[in-house]
């Protein structure tokens, strides 16, 4: 770890409760569902949503505080902003981020909306299919950027998903100029490709004005940010866009992309697929713990793909064995 | 299905919420539990315990409850009694049971204690260790014994578990009476060796007064009631208990015991033991679907070896796909 940091990274995102559905392909067809989607519901959506899915299995997620509890995992030093409620959500979430060795200490938010839930539904070919409900999220903001620990990351990652709640992109804001004011790097996740959508001219401003420094994203966000179908020619935007790009794969792996240099690496095989959420997030973690303890950026990536890897073997975004082990048979100094 | 009953199985047990996080085996030496025992505790053990535990999944749980779950994921027609609070965890609790089909309709507790909680310690190995907060559980009482439901099931099952709450034990003896009553059988799960080592003169008792008709024990509960440590001497002891005896023996599979007859099924092969939770639960809802059905003894007990091998190769004790679809890739006629 750099040392005048006490952290490796400073997560933050939308602190969201996964609530798990194993579902057929004609549930999403029946609901006019867009496989591989997150969408945004309100209350009624939520209930109604919830009343028609099966047995669920429920686990602390978002995207964000999952590469928290991945570097935690790792045996690194990770902390995280994101509001949840004061209620039974909240504190299943709150437990499981301490519990894992995540700084948490964002306040709850009292005698107002819940705790944020995404009902995500699998499908037999592990694709999950996400409807968010923010709830307490769209509380987070400013007030909740705690600068004495911005100061102290390595780097300051954050969701394009914050973009979602009025508040907490001033949250996004704020925190990439305290990091940046004290010499530490700031990175974003597009997320994905329907966020990107959303905020395609925002999310290139900011790699151009230099607020971010790292975009972590997959081929279909890469692609929608730069309004291409080649992949090709979306990386070579990506290498002029200012920041570097740590890019995603799928079964083929990753890439980091900057002017200087370009690497690539392959995935690790993986046996049995039950569930590629989180798989995005696990790979950050693997990422930007690699660059907090000075790998080179290949190692970097590779610690990334492991990550990765061994988060789509099971159900939920959240490793479930400390990855520590998995990262030092995989041949990693931890 | 018999026709004169609507349901194929009428389930009633504690319903408790399962949370599961994985330990090594040094954190049950630390905290001196017997690996694969299930223990009572109180409010104050159970924060002090959560506390100790990193990342969670939660499931709804409980003994009989996942039998019921298993039923309706064979495409059986279960019914449920259990109580659960009105509040979060109660909510999922009652969401689950019926979006997977099953008939479940007892009164929620109010302004009173919680909703039972399970904490689930898995080691490598995939045995489980729990730590059960019982909470609105001992709750439940013969009050909540709805005589129309168990007229109508083919059989009526119990947990041994039942024993542990006073007024449960009542709504057991009224159940069964009931069911009888009404010409249907009445089983019983001796739920762990822990809990045959409380109750076994009572349990005993129950199998030799006719209460129970149907015993289901794994070797080790079986060794326990009768006070040996050779299953041979056991097994004599359960052909001669009076009630037909569905005997589950780990990777030895399982066999059925009456006076009249005996048969013995292989277990399925599993590449992956991921968690044992469920198995017996699971193994149960096989053997209860396929009498209801009429199956003969040995298919029967060949499908609850299939259910069981089903849910121990993920985390938690529900089926996460239609057993319907594997039983009949397994080459049952659902």
Redesign the interface.
Known sequence: MPTNTRFDALCIGNAICDVF??VEEDFLRAEELAKGSMRLIDTDEAVRL??K????????GGSAGNTA?GIA?LGGAPAFFGKVAE???GD?YA??MR???VHYETARLKNDLPTARSMILIT?DGERTMNTYLGACIKFGPEDVDPDVVAAAAVTYMEGYLWDPEEAKKAFLKSADIAHSHGHRVAITLSDSFCVDRYRSEFIGLLKDGVVDLMFANEHELKALYQTADLDTAISAARESGALTALTLGENGAMAISREETVQVAAEKVD?V?DLTGAGDLFASGVLFGLARNYDLKSAAELGCLCASNVIS???A????PLKQAAEQGGFEI
Chains 1, 2 share one sequence.
């Not at 899915?53 to 602390?60: A, D, E, F, K, P």
């Open positions: 559905s194993h919830f009343g899915m099966g047995q669920t299995v429920r686990i602390s509890a995992s209620d039974e959500l299943s437990h499981d519990g894992t060795g037999p049995n039950v099971h159900v939920g959240r490793p479930e064995r």
